[in-house]
Structure formats: C-alpha cells, structure tokens
C-alpha cells in the first residue's frame, strides 16, 4: 500500500505546548505513524508518514481544536515510509531564525499563490507591471537540488544566517515585487516579514512554498528538484523521490 506524506505548519500561539507534546505524541505512536512534530509558542511545523486513513486521522483530531481547524497538509506519496522514528518535541522555534522580534501569529505576511506566481514568471512581471524577483530563503545544500530559474540565491549555511543577508542585499530588492519561497513556506513566511519590517514595500511568500507549487502547477520556472530533510532526499516537480517509480 503507498505511504502518504504529508508536511505542514501553522503559526498560532501555544502556550500549553509542552502539555500538546505528549498528547500529540500519543495519537502519532497509536496510529503507527513515523516523522516529526516541533512545537513553540509560536506554533506547529510536522512530517508526517503512514497509511492514508491514519495520516489523515492525525490531521482530523488535530483539526478539532479551534487552533488549528484551517490546518492545510501538502501531501505526496512514497513506496516505503520514509522516516525511522515518531519525534514530537518543544523548541524555543519551530524555524529558527534567532530574530524574536517576528511573531507570525500576530499577522501573515502577504501571499502569493502558486499559480499566480507561475503566470507572473511566465509575464515577467507582477499586475502592476513591477519586476518580480524570486528569493530562496533556504540552506545553500538544499538550492544546490533545484530552484526557481534566476532565483536569488545568497548561499546561507542556516536560516540564522538570514537577517545578516538581508540586510546586506536590501538595496538590491527596494523598487522590485519580491517573492520569498522555500520548501513548505514556513522560513519564507518568517522572511517576509523581516522584509516588511525592514522597509521593503512590495514582499510575498510562496503561498505552501515549493511542495505546494509543485501541486498545483506544471513545475514551469523550476529548475530541479526540491530537497526534502527525509529519506526521499529530492523530490521532482510530480512528487515523487528521484529516481523512484510513480506510485
């Protein structure tokens, strides 16, 4: 039977993290499920794997707190499970980015949809007739698998290393429509909003990141393919692990 993927984040306060972690955690262990759940007071990020009624259960229950009922997974689908563990565990962050001035919850920074952003690619430009550049928001290793065609790309080591960068390369975005964009939209998201915060007028996150433009598009602009931090290594633009089959 084909084993469902499924990445997702919400920033939300909660303060009860700790006490969500060990019931979390025992939903996941029941369900026979394998990946991670990272929570902060700043909210959820979690990989998950296994069979399809389970994985989806997981999301159900998570969905009957209030919280967390507008939850959204991106889904692909592998041969075999392609986690070795259930981790579920409180971090100061679930991405950090050591700038606690950012607290998504307060506010989402503006979006752009995947297919929005395709014909925008395609135009050359935003509606406004405004240049849109791309900037990749993650770890030099992971660019190195695939990114947009001309995306922006400042060769970070981690997303601590952010900040610093953009500051440096501010000038250089000031008169453009920038579009930050990542794997799953959780670092791109935390970028945005440094950007807004930083003074630059025209900033959006990839709505769902690459996984999600992938899923709703043909993968046109992409070059490659997109790292993912489990045994799959690299997707392609179908959503499958290189190499592999389709499922």
Not at 95 to 100: G, K, N, T
Not at 133 to 144: I, K, S, Y
Not at 211 to 236: I, P, S
């Amino acid at each position: 039977m084909p084993v469902l993927n499924i990445s997702c984040y919400k920033f939300v306060q909660l303060p009860d993290a700790p006490e969500l972690r060990d019931v979390l955690r025992a939903r996941a262990v029941a369900a026979d499920l394998k990946g991670t759940v990272l929570l902060a007071a700043e909210g959820i990020n979690f990989f998950l794997a296994g069979k399809a009624p389970a994985v989806r259960g997981f999301v159900a229950a998570l969905r009957e707190d209030e919280r967390f009922a507008d939850l959204d997974p991106k889904e692909s689908w592998s041969a075999t499970v392609p986690f070795r563990k259930m981790l579920v565990k409180v971090k100061r962050e679930i991405i950090r980015m050591d700038h606690p001035a950012i607290q998504p919850a307060q506010g989402r920074a503006p979006s752009v949809d995947p297919v929005t952003l395709r014909r925008w690619l395609e135009a050359g430009h935003d509606d406004e007739g405004r240049e849109v550049v791309t900037l990749d928001t993650r770890n030099a290793f992971e660019v190195d698998a695939g990114t947009f065609e001309g995306a922006i790309d400042w060769r970070i080591d981690k997303f601590t290393e952010f900040p610093p960068a953009l500051r440096a390369h501010k000038a250089e975005l000031q008169d453009k429509t920038v579009v930050s964009f990542c794997t799953g939209g959780i670092r791109c998201e935390k970028a945005a909003i440094l950007m807004r915060e930083e003074g630059l007028p025209h900033v959006y996150q990839l709505d769902g990141g690459i996984l999600k433009y992938f899923e709703l598009t043909d993968g046109a602009h992409y070059q490659g393919g997109c790292f993912v931090f489990d045994d799959r290594a690299v997707l392609t633009a179908d959503l499958h692990a290189a190499g592999d089959e389709k499922i």
